[in-house]
């Protein structure tokens, strides 16, 4: 593949309110809070970083500081290969802030998301590429989920083929395709309201 994907790092909070996982890890925000002694986003990062399909990294936040101290997204910003653009009140505006100036198409994941791999991305990545998808998103199947963790979820997504489960990773591929992050409008957490978020999906 010439061109590269720009990659898109949700890494906003809540206005006014203290994750309190954040609160019990004693750091401002969630996306830090360390899982075996690293913080999440930089889980994320250094996996999105490894990935040669990926180019720009858009990271999407309110607080920069605290994440750019982390010593992989301090080495990519020297490098010129990482950006914040400004967390908006939303998740929809604050994906159109983190489209400002990049690189069609984009994958967007969330900076808690750091189960995924750079192999994970890639396969993403080169199926939408494959469909010529306007815009897509990444599910994990009912029975590999709970193969994987037999009680950690108990809602799916029901289609005719089989539960799915939302892996929190999507791809807009082009700047037309924009306008489908605004199925997140009304917040995004689709597992939450399944019957309502497979009427979207389905839409």
Not at 102 to 125: H, K, Q, R, W
Not at 133 to 141: N, P, Q, T, V, Y
């Amino acid at each position: 593949m010439d061109a590269k994907v720009t990659a898109l790092i949700m890494a906003g909070k809540r206005s006014g309110v203290h994750d309190p996982l954040a609160q019990r890890a004693s750091v401002s925000q969630k996306c830090v809070v360390p899982v075996y002694g690293v913080p999440m986003i930089e889980r994320v990062i250094r996996e999105v970083a490894a990935c040669d399909r990926i180019g720009a990294i858009h990271v999407v936040a309110h607080d920069h500081e605290e994440i750019a101290a982390q010593p992989i997204v301090a080495k990519l910003i020297a490098e010129g290969r990482l950006h914040f653009r400004e967390g908006k009140f939303n998740i929809v505006d604050s994906v159109f802030s983190g489209a400002e100036g990049a690189n069609f198409p984009l994958m967007l994941t969330t900076a808690d998301n750091c189960l995924v791999t750079s192999d994970g991305y890639a396969e993403f990545i080169d199926k939408a590429l494959a469909a010529e998808a306007g815009a897509a998103a990444a599910l994990a199947r009912k029975q590999d989920v709970q193969a994987a963790d037999p009680q950690g979820q108990a809602k799916f997504y029901e289609f005719t083929d089989g539960g799915y489960s939302n892996c929190n990773t999507y791809w807009i591929g082009s700047s037309e395709a924009l306008s489908a992050a605004e199925i997140m409008r009304e917040g995004g957490q689709f597992a939450k309201f399944p019957a309502a978020s497979q009427r979207r999906l389905a839409g």
